[in-house]
């Protein structure tokens, strides 16, 4: 379908705010992208400048390789789902989804066939006569969702949809849209501050803050290997874990790493040129195994049972971390117990920086 | 709770909601219910006090009856259509929140604070042969000196009208702008944004989205329009007197201010004061009857 390409482009309000500092990035054809990170990171203002909803300050928005920073919204060939739904109260389900083919004056017959083919891939083929008012706030999202297909855009820009549904809802909508994306195969730019909504949907995700792109990659991408200590806190429920540790010369084992109440040693190449300087040690709630002779003593301060797993949050000397493990190992509160982090499943990042040391 | 306290307390809640409201329908009936009843029985009895429809016979054939209604309809019809128009374009102008918006606002606001009193005063001496209209055409250079436009003594009756239009409209349009206003930001920008990228250009939405989901704020800014337009009188008293352009109301204070000595002045006041109150209604009906606020579905109103 088609290609999104943004260059140097910038957003700055009032001649002072920069809400969005010169981002360059490609969406490829066919491809699901997600736009991630905290309020104020600049995302929506960012896809508000492709959609035509945002005056670009500078740099280009090009679709399929054709500048369109000067369109109108109406000449870019996009659609958008709206964070609030956004579907208008005075007309019909129909006359919602039929609004832009009856602009393009489209034959009514073909109106009415397309209209009923994206209601039925939107599962509200039975409530085209009803008005907006009359519907859940689930159905007013796959009103939208079908309004956004009907026009057979090139592109798929969607405002954090999901953001005003339900917590189960919003896990069933996520399944649909990705189920639709795959049908339509449409190149899509889906806004989120929600990381296991863009964990779960996206083929690429950009994490973003303070208008500038911090990561691009796949999600296993962002999750294993996170460029910063921003990414590796922001991705993940419960988050990465931080220890900070000395590190010490290198021995046979790898180096010998101290920190509060810790003592023991890795093997890793990153560490080259850091004796005898404190770095963080970055490490994934699963990737800690609990084990009666590991190197490690920690207390069992609280349990959050998950049912597949449990989240432990265990004291180290001062400091704290949450490890995910299996409900067998049958800790108790308050209870001393052993731990490993689990070989080459760890990163290092600069305490000063934040970036990851081995990048 | 003890049994006397809840007995207290079903007590309290049977009279206490009655009295609660009782200053307000004390007043209601000492200061609204009764001079509406007194009008209507002078209305419906002659200058001896036997009850009659003479006085709704003289109105009728008052002459001066048919000019009034004549006059009162144009000016509503005309007055109404322009303000919306005018008072519509200026809100969303506001709307757009330029810079200096809310300079113009306030600009925009200053005609509403003046009196009718105070405003057919202002006009009067500015469209008096010698007055500051004609000074200020003068000044821009659209007149030559010496040249003047005669507004007032002209006996045209459209130029009257016209007069008195655009001066209701100048004092009407802030008060009508300020509802469309509130109206047009109490919309989602959503709504009109997704307009703009399914296609519609702003005309296009303005028709299509923005007006049929202020439906309810254009109906109610025109319904009150319509009555007080159907009720104008004091800038055209101020500006013309009370014979050269009637209009209903001025009927009423004709008959209760400048003639109150005949001996069925104020039946005939209070008779002109009834048939008005039954235009009104009859309008304001069948105003909300075309624009569809009767009949609507669900809350949904359709486009």
Redesign the interface.
């Known amino acids: 379908m088609a290609t999104v390409e943004l260059k140097q482009l910038k957003k700055v309000y009032n001649r002072k705010v920069e809400a969005v500092k010169g981002i360059d990035l490609t969406v490829h054809d066919g491809e699901f992208l997600v736009l991630l990170g905290p309020s104020g990171c600049g995302k929506t203002t960012t896809m508000r400048m492709i959609?035509?909803?945002e005056e670009i300050t500078e740099g280009e928005v090009l679709i399929d390789g054709v500048s369109v920073g000067h369109l109108?919204?109406?000449k870019r060939n996009?659609?958008?789902i709206?964070?609030?739904y956004?579907?208008?109260?005075?007309?019909?389900v129909f006359?919602n989804i039929a609004?832009?083919l009856k602009?393009?004056k489209m034959e009514k017959s073909e109106i009415n066939t397309r209209v009923k083919e994206v209601a039925e891939l939107s599962g509200i083929e039975s409530l085209l006569d009803r008005?907006?008012?009359?519907l859940s706030g689930g159905q007013q999202q796959r009103v939208a969702v079908a309004?956004a297909i009907a026009?057979q855009p090139l592109v798929f820009l969607m405002d954090e949809p999901l953001s005003n549904l339900d917590a189960k809802l919003r896990v069933q909508m996520r399944t649909d849209l990705k189920e639709i994306h795959r049908s339509t195969g449409a190149t899509t730019v889906f806004v989120t501050h929600d990381q296991s909504e863009a964990m779960s949907l996206a083929d690429r995700i950009v994490i973003m803050k303070d208008g500038a792109i911090i990561q691009i990659g796949t999600p296993d991408e962002v999750y294993h290997n996170s460029a910063n200590r921003f990414v590796a806190d922001f991705i993940g429920t419960p988050p990465t874990n931080f220890l900070s540790v000395l590190v010490g010369d290198k021995e046979e084992e790898g180096y010998r790493l101290k920190g509060d109440h810790l003592d023991f040693t890795a093997n890793h190449p990153s560490l080259a040129g850091f004796e005898g300087k404190t770095v963080l040690l970055g490490v994934r709630p699963e990737n800690i195994d609990v084990l009666p002779e590991a190197p490690i003593e920690a207390i069992c301060r609280l349990i959050e049972p998950q049912g597949s797993h449990n989240i432990i949050l265990a004291q180290i000397g001062e400091q704290r971390m949450k490890l995910s493990v299996s409900p067998d190992i049958g800790l108790k509160i308050d209870q001393t117990f052993r731990l490993r982090l689990k070989s080459g499943h760890y990163h290092f990042f600069d305490p000063e920086t934040g970036e990851r040391l081995d990048k | 709770m003890s049994k006397e306290q809840s007995i207290k307390r079903r007590n309290w809640n049977q009279v206490g909601p009655y009295l609660l409201v009782a200053p307000a329908l004390i007043y209601y009936v000492f200061f609204w219910i009764r001079p509406v009843l007194k009008i209507f029985m002078f209305s419906i009895t002659d200058a001896a006090g036997h009850l009659s429809l003479e006085n709704f016979r003289l109105v009728l054939e008052d002459p001066t009856f048919i000019p009034a209604a004549q006059n009162t309809a144009i000016i509503v019809i005309f007055s109404v259509t322009l303000e919306f128009v005018a008072a519509m374009a200026l809100a969303l102008l506001i709307n757009r929140k330029f810079k200096g918006s809310s300079i113009l606002l306030f600009i925009a606001m200053i005609p509403m604070a003046l009196a009718p009193v105070a405003l057919g005063a202002m006009w009067k001496t500015g469209f008096t042969t010698h007055g500051w209209v004609n000074s200020f055409l003068t000044y821009i250079g659209f007149l030559d000196i010496g040249e003047k436009i005669i507004f007032l003594s002209g006996e045209s009756r459209f130029k009257n009208l016209l007069l008195i239009i655009l001066i209701d409209a100048w004092q009407v349009i802030p008060s009508m702008m300020i509802i469309l206003l509130a109206g047009l930001q109490g919309l989602?920008k959503?709504?009109m944004?997704?307009?703009?990228?399914?296609?519609?250009?702003r005309w296009?939405t303005l028709r299509?989205?923005t007006m049929?989901?202020l439906?309810s704020t254009i109906q109610t800014a025109v319904i009150l329009r319509l009555i007080s337009a159907l009720q104008i009188w004091l800038t055209i008293v101020m500006l013309f007197g009370f014979g050269r352009v009637p209009v209903l109301l001025s009927r009423v204070i004709y008959y209760s201010e400048e003639v109150p000595n005949l001996a069925n002045s104020y039946q005939m006041s209070s008779t002109y004061s009834v048939v008005i109150a039954v235009i009104i209604t009859i309008v304001a009906i069948l105003y909300l009857r075309v624009s569809g606020a009767f009949g609507r579905?669900?809350?949904?109103?359709?486009?």
């Not at chain 1, 008005?131 to 009359?134: A, E, H, K, L, S």
């Not at chain 2, 944004?193 to 250009?201: D, L, P, Q, R, T």
């Open positions: 959609a035509g909803l109108p919204p109406r996009v659609s958008m709206f964070q609030n956004a579907i208008w109260p005075h007309m019909t006359d609004y832009a602009i393009k008005y907006p008012d009359q309004r026009v | 989602p959503e709504m944004e997704a307009s703009y990228v399914f296609g519609a250009n296009k299509k989205i049929p989901m439906r579905k669900n809350g949904g109103a359709k486009a």
